[in-house]
């Protein structure tokens, strides 16, 4: 099972601020990765497929990078809108998810 | 509008049953791998079932193979997930999610709002 590692667990921010989050798989898994949004309450939503394609409706502010093992989420200028869990997932062998970096409001 | 709609959950007792059924509306549905994707609470996410399109080929991660079953019936576009035997670790948030292609092994480009599962006596 390919085992997906994100850091950090919590990051606090505010608005405005640029975000960075990780995403460590445990053997290559090329480009066959997705990011994900889920708000409380809510279903998660597809921001990132292919490491950095944007789904449909996704704003520009939203990029993806990586290959292999080591991936990034990165959001230019923090919304209120964009405090959230985000979820990395693997699909290029099944599918393993990371346990999620919770982007709090500073 | 692309939706799915899962309905079916509850609370069962351990070793008890319960169906799942996930209603796609807005795409041709027979033309889509599915899977069903489970959150127990305050927990992240985990991959339980996928299957093909046309519905030939299923699979199931190893904490559900054999007490899970997955089904669909393209002509009433509906995804169907079968738990027996169920245990208190069963108990999440289930959702239905599609993927963009026949075959699974993509991203899940679609969400249902999912139904709650709770296994306790």
Redesign the interface.
């Known amino acids: 099972e390919i085992l997906m590692t994100q850091s950090p667990a919590t990051l606090s921010m505010s608005p405005g601020e640029r975000a960075t989050l990780s995403c460590r798989a445990s053997q290559s898994i090329s480009r066959n990765l997705a990011w994900y949004q889920q708000k409380p309450g809510q279903a998660p939503r597809l921001l990132i497929y292919g490491a950095s394609t944007r789904a449909t409706g996704i704003p520009p502010r939203f990029s993806g990078s990586g290959s292999g093992t080591v991936f990034t989420l990165t959001i230019s200028s923090l919304q209120s809108e964009d405090f959230a869990v985000y979820y990395c997932q693997q699909y290029n062998n099944w599918y393993t998810f990371g346990q999620g970096t919770k982007l709090e409001m500073k | 509008e692309v939706q799915l709609l899962e309905s079916g959950g509850g609370l069962v007792q351990p070793g008890g049953s319960l169906r799942l059924s996930c209603a796609a509306s807005g795409f041709t549905f027979s033309d889509y791998a599915m899977?069903w994707?489970r959150q127990a609470p305050g927990k992240?996410?985990?991959?339980v079932s996928?299957i093909s399109g046309p519905g030939g080929s299923t699979?199931y991660?190893d904490s559900v193979k054999g007490h899970f079953t997955m089904s669909r019936d393209n002509l009433k576009n509906t995804v169907f997930l079968q738990m027996n035997s169920l245990r208190a670790e069963d108990t999440a948030v289930y959702?239905c999610a599609k993927e963009p292609h026949s075959a699974p092994?993509?991203?899940?480009?679609?969400?249902?709002?999912?139904t709650m599962v709770t296994v306790s006596s």
């Not at chain 2, 992240?44 to 991959?47: F, K, N, P």
Request: hydrophobic share 45%.
């Open positions: 899977s994707v992240g996410l985990e991959w996928a699979y991660a959702y092994g993509d991203a899940f480009d679609i969400w249902g709002h999912g």
